[in-house]
């Protein structure tokens, strides 16, 4: 266990500004003490904020910044005029050793250029993912889902990498000792798909056989993300964030219509106020704030990406991830590992 463990964290990168990152914070420390925080933006509206909690002061630092990125700034723009926005300023405490993990809800690309240019990608990786956590039946309550958005595109060598990053994500950050390894298809028959899937089979096969440190299941279906029968599924960015969104839609549209059925009658509510406790067991398990949070894989580093309209359950949801996977020395453990494939 790390004595301390410091987030650079973005604090003008989500939809919810300020008011979600403090908040957040706040949550955060009320778990564990042991972190502490350069918040990078706008100094006298996070200083506002801080002021009303008051345990929290102590445990934060604030550096100023004059601009933030937009959301739909492009990244190659935000290169070249963003140095000196909150969303660089976090990843170049980190890039400088001043902290241990980079936190931001803000723009996907934006980030990921900035932290490959800050950061570089690890030795042997090609192109890094966004690795998430995808709420299921497994034990641990969610899947590994990768990339979920950092490149559009990606080749039978990328999915391979991402295999092989997920497969080695799932034992050093969640202690899973074999991993099972799933590629997404339009179907699980062979037949089936791109060219560039049955090619990355192909390789994710031979390389379960060469490595014999996870367990390649084949293709896997849509209705397979939040099941029980794979750890780690693997998908291009363009696949994986839209299945992304389409689950949090989905969540959303099944809260919202169990409300709904609720309240129809009388006798729904007071059914609803007997079931309370299951509700809220319920609302726990499909809330996609609790695993809000995806890290950068294949960087010198640790960069997690808050969802840019997560709240402040999300941002904090967002830190223990971060705190977790820091006090396993989880970077260097990864870099060393991949390494070595």
Not at 59 to 72: E, G, L, Q
Not at 171 to 191: C, D, Q, W, Y
Not at 269 to 289: A, E, M, Y
Request: glycine share 10%.
């Amino acid at each position: 266990m790390r004595e301390k463990i410091v987030v650079s964290i973005d604090a003008m990168g989500g939809d919810r500004g300020v008011d979600a990152i403090v908040g957040g914070i706040n949550r955060s420390l009320h778990i564990n003490d042991k972190l502490q925080f350069l918040i990078h933006g706008n100094k006298s509206e996070i200083d506002e904020k801080i002021k009303r909690y008051s345990k929290i002061g102590p445990s934060c630092s604030v550096i100023s910044c004059d601009s933030v990125v937009a959301m739909d700034e492009k990244p190659s723009t935000a290169l070249r005029s963003g140095k000196k926005s909150s969303m660089w300023s976090s990843l170049y405490s980190l890039a400088k050793g001043d902290a241990n993990i980079a936190l931001s809800g803000g723009n996907t690309g934006a980030l990921m250029a900035m932290s490959m240019m800050q950061l570089r990608k690890a030795p042997g990786v090609n192109r890094p993912a966004i690795a998430i956590l995808w709420p299921s039946t497994n034990h641990r309550g969610f899947n590994i889902v990768l990339d979920a958005g950092a490149d559009v595109k990606a080749d039978s060598g990328d999915l391979l990498q991402y295999a092989l990053m997920g497969a080695t994500y799932a034992k050093i950050g969640f202690s899973i000792k074999m991993p099972r390894i799933g590629l997404l298809n339009v179907g699980t028959e062979i037949h089936k798909g791109r060219n560039e899937l049955y090619d990355a089979s192909l390789l994710i096969k031979e390389a379960e056989k060469n490595t014999k440190s996870f367990k390649f299941l084949g293709y896997v279906e849509g209705g397979d993300l939040p099941s029980s029968k794979v750890d780690v599924i693997v998908t291009d960015g363009f696949t994986g964030n839209v299945a992304l969104k389409t689950g949090e839609g989905t969540a959303s549209l099944i809260k919202h219509f169990l409300k709904e059925s609720l309240n129809q009658s009388l006798l729904s509510r007071v059914g609803s106020i007997l079931s309370l406790s299951s509700l809220k067991k319920l609302n726990q398990k499909i809330d996609p704030r609790n695993v809000n949070g995806g890290i950068f894989l294949g960087l010198n580093g640790i960069v997690i990406k808050s969802h840019g309209g997560a709240d402040e359950i999300g941002v904090a949801a967002a830190i223990n991830l971060a705190f977790q996977l820091e006090n396993t020395g989880f970077s260097q453990k990864l870099t060393k590992e991949f390494s070595k494939k």
